[in-house]
């Protein structure tokens, strides 16, 4: 087993929402990808979880992967860019010259780097015209520098069973606890780690709606899930700003 110690960077997808443990707390693909090393390297196995809901970007840069490379651990996970791109404000030219000296610089010390590129969830959020460019260009970059630095890429965008509305929480925006499982299996394959076979199992299409039943689901969705969201961003508030991250330490996995 390679790999002894792991540190996952980023936002909510990283962070695991929305796939809850019996507390509350979010557990997702990354816990479940680390607790599935640690059964392979066995209880010399460490893991830290930086990530936290909300983060552009630069704020994950500026305080993410300094600590993660100051741990030297021998596998970091980098998922960044999702929240930027749905701001006014986005700026690709910046971002993707960036992103490049970031991988570059958690491979510097000799970590192996997993990148993403992420799968297509705009299918059934508003704003498809203006995002989905901007989140092509991004899986473009992701892959290119995965390419330039021996990164490891997870394709998420090329597997089409992610536009299964299953696979999303009922905001439409995070994964459900089904799609947390597939990115782990995903992740450990790309690894060449076996997972539970379970994990790339997929949930049975739902029927289709009447469209009336269609219309009041997106209306629900609207005012529990858009409306906050605006209402955020009008205010300059983030979902993230009273949360820190729930592994700020490389630490053992405790069952």
């Given at each position: 087993m390679?790999w002894?110690s792991?540190?996952?960077?980023g936002?909510?997808f990283?962070?695991?929402m929305?796939?809850?443990?019996?507390?509350?707390?979010f557990?997702?693909?990354?816990?479940?990808?680390?607790?599935?090393?640690?059964?392979?390297a066995?209880?010399d196995?460490?893991?830290?979880?930086?990530?936290?809901?909300?983060?552009?970007?630069p704020?994950?840069v500026?305080?993410?992967?300094?600590a993660?490379v100051?741990?030297?651990p021998?596998?970091?996970?980098f998922?960044?860019?999702?929240n930027?791109?749905?701001?006014?404000?986005?700026?690709?030219?910046?971002?993707?010259a960036r992103?490049?000296e970031v991988v570059r610089?958690?491979?510097?010390?000799?970590?192996?780097?997993?990148?993403?590129r992420f799968?297509?969830?705009?299918?059934?959020?508003?704003?498809?015209?203006?995002?989905?460019?901007?989140?092509?260009l991004l899986n473009?970059?992701v892959g290119?520098?995965?390419?330039?630095?021996?990164?490891?890429m997870?394709d998420?965008?090329a597997?089409?069973?992610?536009?299964?509305?299953m696979?999303?929480s009922?905001?439409?925006?995070?994964?459900?606890?089904?799609?947390?499982?597939?990115?782990?299996?995903?992740?450990?394959?790309?690894?060449?780690?076996g997972?539970?076979?379970?994990?790339?199992?997929?949930?049975?299409?739902?029927?289709?709606?009447?469209w009336?039943?269609a219309?009041?689901?997106?209306l629900r969705?609207?005012?529990?899930?858009?409306?906050?969201?605006?209402?955020?961003?009008?205010?300059?508030r983030?979902s993230?700003?009273?949360v820190?991250?729930k592994r700020?330490?490389?630490?053992?996995i405790?069952?």
């Amino acid at each position: 087993m390679r790999w002894r110690s792991f540190v996952a960077v980023g936002d909510s997808f990283t962070e695991g929402m929305d796939d809850a443990y019996p507390d509350g707390t979010f557990r997702g693909w990354a816990d479940l990808v680390a607790t599935r090393l640690a059964a392979e390297a066995g209880p010399d196995f460490r893991y830290a979880n930086l990530a936290i809901r909300g983060r552009l970007f630069p704020g994950v840069v500026a305080e993410q992967v300094p600590a993660a490379v100051a741990m030297k651990p021998d596998l970091i996970s980098f998922a960044a860019g999702g929240n930027d791109v749905l701001r006014r404000t986005f700026d690709p030219d910046t971002l993707v010259a960036r992103f490049d000296e970031v991988v570059r610089q958690l491979r510097s010390g000799g970590a192996d780097v997993l990148l993403f590129r992420f799968a297509d969830v705009m299918a059934r959020l508003p704003g498809q015209r203006l995002v989905a460019p901007r989140v092509e260009l991004l899986n473009q970059a992701v892959g290119e520098t995965a390419e330039r630095h021996g990164a490891i890429m997870v394709d998420l965008y090329a597997d089409d069973t992610f536009l299964n509305p299953m696979l999303w929480s009922t905001d439409r925006l995070h994964l459900s606890p089904a799609g947390h499982r597939r990115v782990a299996g995903q992740v450990l394959t790309a690894l060449g780690v076996g997972c539970d076979e379970e994990w790339l199992l997929v949930p049975p299409h739902p029927a289709p709606s009447p469209w009336l039943a269609a219309r009041a689901a997106d209306l629900r969705w609207a005012g529990q899930h858009l409306a906050p969201w605006i209402k955020r961003r009008l205010t300059g508030r983030s979902s993230g700003d009273t949360v820190t991250a729930k592994r700020p330490l490389l630490g053992p996995i405790v069952d």
